[in-house]
């Protein structure tokens, strides 16, 4: 016997988001989020991934349905059946990067990515970067518009925009990319074990300023920052089975 799980509902301030939400409060049994299993989170992307940290390390999966615009990571809204479509949904678990960044100044911040962190020039200069993969430099000065490490979950996302690779989720790797690189022409990135460290060590960081961006939360004047995965936490996300994940993924890397 299968136990119905208990869900809460969240919304983005979206109208058709609320309308949705509205809709859903008054035809599906519900609690508060802090009593639930699943959080049914409206809206698109941006939100689903504000509702992950929110609810980050509370053992509660997050259930999207899409009233944005893209809705990648998201199922289909329909209000039709959902308590079922929650209990036979199909999990895929993620872990987060952790950004420790060391400023000018001698403060550091640390913080969670579940798609990537980036490192993006403040100023009209080109960014000067070297890059440790595991403590061995691999580029002892690479002169871009900046870099990200993205997880296989954000690699369709600004790791791709960037002209990063699709990964599947299971691949064990994480996307070293470059934005609008000038120096080395030729490279175009790498894939690392996603059990690496990676280093970015910020070159002349007072004339030419970085930031580091991990999801939505950005850290300016940044001079050094680490990366790696934090597989302590681990993430939840729900989807319908004739649309799982793994094929939304392996569709996109055949899209026009």
Not at 114 to 123: A, D, G, K, P
Not at 138 to 161: H, K, M, Q
Not at 191 to 214: D, G, K, N
Not at 225 to 251: G, K, M, Q, S
């Amino acid at each position: 016997m299968v136990l119905t799980k208990k869900i809460a509902f969240t919304a983005s301030d979206a109208p058709a988001a609320q309308a949705a939400e509205q809709l859903l409060r008054n035809s599906v049994p519900h609690v508060d989020p802090d009593d639930a299993d699943v959080i049914v989170a409206l809206g698109g992307d941006g939100f689903l991934l504000q509702t992950l940290h929110e609810h980050m390390g509370k053992n509660i999966a997050i259930y999207g349905m899409n009233r944005g615009s893209i809705g990648f990571l998201m199922n289909e809204f329909n209000v039709d059946a959902l308590s079922e479509r929650v209990n036979r949904a199909q999990p895929v678990n993620l872990h987060p990067l952790r950004m420790i960044a060391e400023c000018i100044g001698d403060t550091t911040h640390e913080s969670l990515a579940i798609n990537e962190v980036s490192l993006l020039r403040e100023t009209r200069l080109a960014a000067k970067v070297r890059v440790s993969v595991d403590g061995v430099v691999r580029l002892p000065e690479l002169i871009c518009d900046g870099v990200l490490v993205s997880t296989p979950a954000g690699s369709t996302a600004y790791n791709y925009s960037a002209h990063g690779p699709i990964v599947p989720v299971d691949a064990n790797v994480l996307c070293l990319t470059p934005i609008s690189a000038f120096r080395p022409r030729r490279w175009r990135g790498a894939l690392v074990p996603r059990t690496a460290t990676v280093l970015f060590e910020v070159l002349e960081a007072e004339r030419r300023p970085l930031s580091a961006v991990a999801d939505a939360t950005e850290v300016r004047d940044v001079c050094r920052v680490t990366i790696r995965e934090e597989r302590a936490i681990t993430i939840t996300l729900l989807f319908d089975p004739e649309h799982n994940f793994e094929e939304r993924i392996l569709n996109e890397q055949f899209a026009n």
